[in-house]
T-cell receptor
Framework: EDKVVQSPLSLVVHEGDTVTLNCSYE??????LLWYKQEKKAPTFLFML????IEKKSGRLSSILDKKELSSILNITATQTGDSAIYLC???????????FGTGTLLAVQP | NAGVTQTPKFQVLKTGQSMTLQCAQD?????MSWYRQDPGMGLRLIHY???????DQGEVPNGYNVSRSTTEDFPLRLLSAAPSQTSVYFC????????????????FGAGSRLTVL
């Protein structure tokens, strides 16, 4: 059965800290891995990773995929209170039922 | 630029009642889907559609019905609501053109919070 596992489940840090969120996957016919940020409402897209070892970066956020280890990490440097959210990882298995989501990591950034 | 629109945002039902969650997108996306989100369970796929007239079951389809008569609309019907269906429901869509970069990136609606008493 396809699955995506995220760790840690929750994390509390102070502003300015750097955090690393983990995602591992077991998905048949893996095509890509996606990261989403969910604040109060709908998840919003952050990154899509298809190639191993190539870092995607957007401001203070970056992510990389390791196909050998079947995993990905999301890094956030110099965290701000606005980074507080649930971060979701999803794997695309290439089947028509699309993305398989992990349970998410709840990040709380304290001032 | 509306994107994915869900209604209602909140709903309270009694056990046994039926209702329809509406979802509409204006991006001409072929793929549409419904997820439910529960604490500790992540997002779980209920039903999906790869185009008008085509629907299929996801991971947790029991108790739900869908139809796709147009590209734009994908309503989710609860036939006889149960307390276990208390959840936040998200509709999501994507272009789903094979080999197109970003074809599988889902755009989500704002969610519908359903409580079944």
């Amino acid at each position: 059965e396809d699955k995506v596992v995220q760790s840690p489940l929750s994390l509390v840090v102070h502003e300015g800290d750097t955090v690393t969120l983990n995602c591992s996957y077991e998905v048949t016919n893996f095509r890509s891995l996606l990261w989403y940020k969910q604040e109060k409402k709908a998840p919003t897209f952050l990154f899509m990773l298809t190639s191993s070892g190539i870092e995607k970066k957007s401001g203070r956020l970056s992510s990389i995929l390791d196909k050998k280890e079947l995993s990905s990490i999301l890094n956030i440097t110099a965290t701000q209170t606005g980074d507080s959210a649930i971060y979701l990882c999803a794997a695309d298995g290439g089947a028509t039922n699309k993305l398989i989501f992990g349970t998410g990591t709840l990040l709380a950034v304290q001032p | 630029n509306a994107g994915v629109t869900q209604t209602p945002k909140f709903q309270v039902l009694k056990t046994g009642q039926s209702m329809t969650l509406q979802c509409a997108q204006d991006m001409n996306h072929e793929y549409m889907s419904w997820y439910r989100q529960d604490p500790g369970m992540g997002l779980r796929l209920i039903h999906y559609s790869v185009g008008a007239g085509i629907t299929d079951q996801g991971e947790v389809p029991n108790g739900y019905n869908v139809s796709r008569s147009t590209t734009e609309d994908f309503p989710l019907r609860l036939l006889s609501a149960a307390p276990s269906q208390t959840s936040v429901y998200f509709c999501a869509s994507s272009p789903d053109r094979p080999l197109t970069p970003g074809a599988n990136v889902l755009t989500f609606g704002a969610g519908s919070r359903l409580t079944v008493l």
